[in-house]
């Protein structure tokens, strides 16, 4: 016999059924909740406390050690340690400046490093009475184009700065002549009475002529 189904007796189970279901949800989700709060995701450190501060103080021996025997922090003067760079004309950044260091009656250049400047010891001190000479690699060995590369192009009348340590710490000097000379020539790190920025370009190889070029020499007066 054929009974026919009430349409609200299926709708009513089906209501019953999503109840059910959005119960659920709601305490799983709570459930999750209080885990979560019990339980973070934020990891426990690894690494105790004590032992990240010894190896803190470690990194900061070690850096202060380099700091102190890097040339490119030492000057005539044994100050505070500084950064001292050297501007041309027209540059965008500065050339960092070291020491380069006198062995008898020569200069060691072998440790100048690339896109460096180095200050011959025993020559005036940049801003002092004297002749500050700076000599830079003209190329590396690769043939590319290194610190004084530009030299040449430097002009009369044209203005480089020195910063020793800081932007106050500036010195302008304006240059009054630039030459060739040859290899053997040292009148150009003699010393003078006023305050002389000498740049000497170290000899660059020549493969046409088998030989080093002429090193350029620029030199500029202090002007402040």
């Known amino acids: 016999m054929y009974t026919r189904q009430h349409p609200m007796?299926?709708?009513?189970?089906?209501?019953?059924?999503?109840g059910c279901f959005l119960f659920s949800l709601v305490i799983g989700i709570l459930g999750g909740t209080i885990l979560?709060?019990?339980?973070?995701?934020?990891?426990?450190?690894?690494?105790?406390?004590?032992?990240?501060?010894?190896?803190?103080?470690?990194?900061?021996?070690?850096?202060?050690?380099?700091?102190?025997?890097?040339?490119?922090?030492?000057?005539n003067n044994n100050d505070a340690l500084a950064v001292r760079r050297l501007y041309l004309p027209d540059a965008?950044?500065?050339?960092?400046?070291?020491?380069?260091?006198?062995?008898?009656?020569?200069?060691?250049?072998?440790?100048l490093q690339?896109?460096?400047?180095?200050?011959?010891?025993?020559?005036?001190?940049?801003?002092?009475?004297?002749?500050?000479?700076?000599?830079?690699?003209?190329?590396?060995?690769?043939?590319q184009p290194d610190a004084f590369y530009a030299l040449g192009d430097i002009e009369v009348g044209e203005q480089i700065i020195v910063e020793d340590g800081s932007f106050e710490n500036r010195s302008v000097y304006v240059v009054v002549d630039i030459f060739s000379t040859t290899a053997?020539?040292?009148?150009?790190?003699?010393?003078?009475?006023?305050?002389?920025?000498?740049?000497?370009?170290?000899?660059?190889?020549?493969?046409?002529r088998n030989a080093a070029n002429d090193p350029i020499i620029v030199v500029a007066e202090l002007l402040n």
């Open 9 to 18: 007796g299926n709708y009513q189970k089906r209501g019953c059924s999503g």
């Open 36 to 75: 979560f709060l019990n339980n973070p995701l934020t990891p426990e450190p690894t690494v105790p406390a004590e032992q990240l501060m010894n190896d803190l103080a470690t990194l900061n021996a070690m850096k202060a050690e380099v700091s102190s025997n890097s040339s490119l922090f030492n000057n």
């Open 92 to 111: 965008i950044s500065g050339l960092l400046i070291q020491t380069v260091a006198r062995r008898g009656e020569e200069w060691d250049i072998s440790d």
């Open 114 to 143: 690339q896109n460096t400047v180095g200050h011959l010891e025993g020559t005036a001190w940049l801003g002092d009475r004297g002749n500050t000479v700076l000599v830079g690699y003209y190329e590396d060995d690769f043939g």
């Open 184 to 208: 053997d020539d040292r009148s150009m790190v003699r010393d003078v009475e006023t305050p002389r920025l000498t740049l000497i370009t170290c000899d660059s190889w020549n493969p046409e």
